[in-house]
Structure formats: structure tokens, C-alpha cells
């Protein structure tokens, strides 16, 4: 099954990924998974600190626990209406 | 009523579903698309989303005005996809036995959907196009 | 646009007709005759004015809402005569860059109305008929 | 010419009356026309203290002039909207 990651906006301008999947063995929590796709994409750096995690369709810290099954989401901060 | 759709918003007919006998007041706000941004000329715009999310967001939304405010029901209509100028992005409608709350409710609800609905806007000007980060 | 009319208040054309591709923001307020008041149950409404002066203090109001709030306009179109249950007595709609004044207008304007149009309001119900004095 | 007057709402109904004319010889004021009426029209008493008064489509006191060519208008507080 695996862990669903998507990417929106301008990370996933940045990463050039929308949807993607990873194996759960090895990331601990949110922020491991993003650590990896920063390592991957540098430039997925600049975003770090502004960034949105989304674990599951809700707002997560980056220490919240995955597992798999879970859908993890990275995106900036909003700005619909 | 809660809805991401990517067709022309009806805000008529939004309205007329909404409303019942016991309504003595409907605001309604409509985000429209405008034609100029942070000093340029806006082309049209491209509205993306975390569908999934911004739906369950939008309806959480809905559950707090309800809860917060003594409103009868709100709809949340959000587009999603290319827009013109003058286009409709969104639309809240808020019903109520009276007023005060009805405004209430329904700058809560834009408020807070440009807070925490994850939907996000880019802008298409003459000389290039900007994802917007953030609310206003 | 500032009216009092005797046919149904067509609010898509109302909106229609104000809002310009500057416009961002677009706030309605719909009041509508509502089945029940003071706990009686209402069969219809009839609203009656002294027009010369309500069209003249709407102007005035209308007016006063463009010089305090940062709006681009704003229409106040009051119906008078026999309403039915549902129907729409007064619209107000606020265009402008950003939602913030249009809702502040808005909710200035119903208010302003309500406190010094000439206008009144008859409720006909199962059991009589009660002319309104004052605002709510 | 004369002064035309009006009544509504509950105003017109205590009076009967809707818009009529009175001569301007004799009244001075917007009140002295609304005593007039009052006194034909003992229910108006009733709505003494809380009678809205128009001068020309303008709110006015009681005690502001009038002549000849003026619209004066009595009604109750208003509530449309």
C-alpha cells in the first residue's frame, strides 16, 4: 500500500510531482517524508519554512506519526476564496 | 450545501434552494474574479485544491458558523479550474430568522475559508503568471 | 441604482448590472417576508412609503455609504406593495476591491434603512392585521 | 397653493385621511398643522409623542416654519427593509 504524497501550488511546481507513493518503512512522521523529497528536489528547500503538512486530510505538525495507508500533503499556505 | 465545482457558480439558484419560509434575511458574498493584482493587469486566474481536503474544510466551516451563529443554514460554493474576469471564485450564502447574525456568519465563513481551505490561486498576467501564497 | 419598484426585485440582474471587472468582492442583502413574527403566524406583508422622500433618503443613505466605506458602489432597490412569503422586500448590493467594506457598507446600509426610510410595513395574519412601528 | 399633507400607516388610518390641503394663512408651523388635525381627529393623540414629522421629504421639529407651496407629512417610526 504505501504512503500517498501529494504536492500542490508551488511545491509542486518546485518538485514536479503532484502524486507520488513511498514505502512507510523508514519515515518516522510527516517531516521525514518531506526531508527526503527536499533532499531529492533542493528546491523544495525554500518552502520549508512556510509549508503546510497535511496528514490525512487534516493540518498536522511535522513529528505526527505515519504509518501506511496514510495520505500526506505538502502545500503552501492557502489563499482560495 | 457544500460544494467544490468547476462550472459556472448559479448564485441564484444557490440561493433559492437555501432559503425557506422561516428566513427573514440572506447575505450573500461573492468572490469574484477582479482585473488587476498588486498593481498588475490579471488576465484570468486558475484556482487548484486539495479537493478532498477543501471539501471536508469547507464543511467543518459550515458546522462552526452554524454552531457560532444563530443562522438557519449557509451553503459554501467554491470553483475550482480557469476563470474570467467577473467570474464568480466562491460564493457563501447565509439564511437567517434575522440580520445581524446572517452578516456575522457569512464574514466568519470567507474569512476563514481563505484561512484554512486548502485552494490555491494563480494569477495570469500579460507577462507571466504567480501562484498566490497566502490569504488577504 | 437606487429604486423602489412594485414588481419582484430580480437580484442576478441587480448584480448583474453593478458589478465591473475592477470588482473583487460582491455583498447581497436580501431582506425576505418571513412566515412568523412576535410569534404569530404571517400570511403575506404589504409595505407602504412615502415615496418622494424613501427614494430621496435611500439616495442620501446610499450616498453616505460610498463616502465612509471604500466601496465602488452600491445598489438599494426597495419593493413596495403585497409580498407573499419568500419574496424579497429590499436588496442591497455592495461591489467593491475587497470584501471588508463591501460587508461593512452593506450592513450600514440595511441598518440605515430600517431607521429612517419612510416606509412601513403591514403584517396580515390569519387572525388581522398589524401595522410595524420602529425597526428591529 | 396651500400646504399639502400627508398621513400614513397607522396615521393616515386615524385620521382617515391620506393627503389633503390646508390654506398657510393661519399656520406658522409644522406642529400647528399637526394640532389641527389632532383636534378633528382625537385618535391622532395617540400618536403624538411618537409621530415622525416631514418637511418637504426631510425629517423636521415640530416647531419649523411653513408657507405656502409646502409638503408636510406625519407618520409613525419607520419599518421598512
Known sequence: ?81 | MFLLIRDPIDVRSATDKLQRPEDGAVVVFEGVVRNNANGKDVRFLEYDAYESMALRKIEEIGAQAKEKFDIRDIAIIHRLGHMEIGECSIVIVVASAHRGPAFDACRFTIDTVKQVVPIWKKEFYTDGEVWIEGAK
Request: net charge negative.
Open chain 1, 1 to 81: 500500500m504505501g504512503i500517498r504524497v501529494l504536492f500542490f501550488a508551488s511545491l509542486a511546481d518546485a518538485t514536479g510531482i503532484r502524486e507520488t507513493n513511498v514505502e512507510a518503512s523508514g519515515f518516522p512522521d510527516v517531516g521525514s517524508i518531506f526531508n527526503h523529497f527536499a533532499k531529492e528536489h533542493p528546491g523544495l528547500e525554500n518552502y520549508r519554512s512556510s509549508a503546510l503538512f497535511a496528514l490525512n486530510s487534516d493540518f498536522t505538525p511535522p513529528d505526527a506519526p505515519v504509518r501506511d495507508g496514510d495520505e500526506v500533503a505538502f502545500f503552501p499556505p492557502v489563499s482560495g476564496g
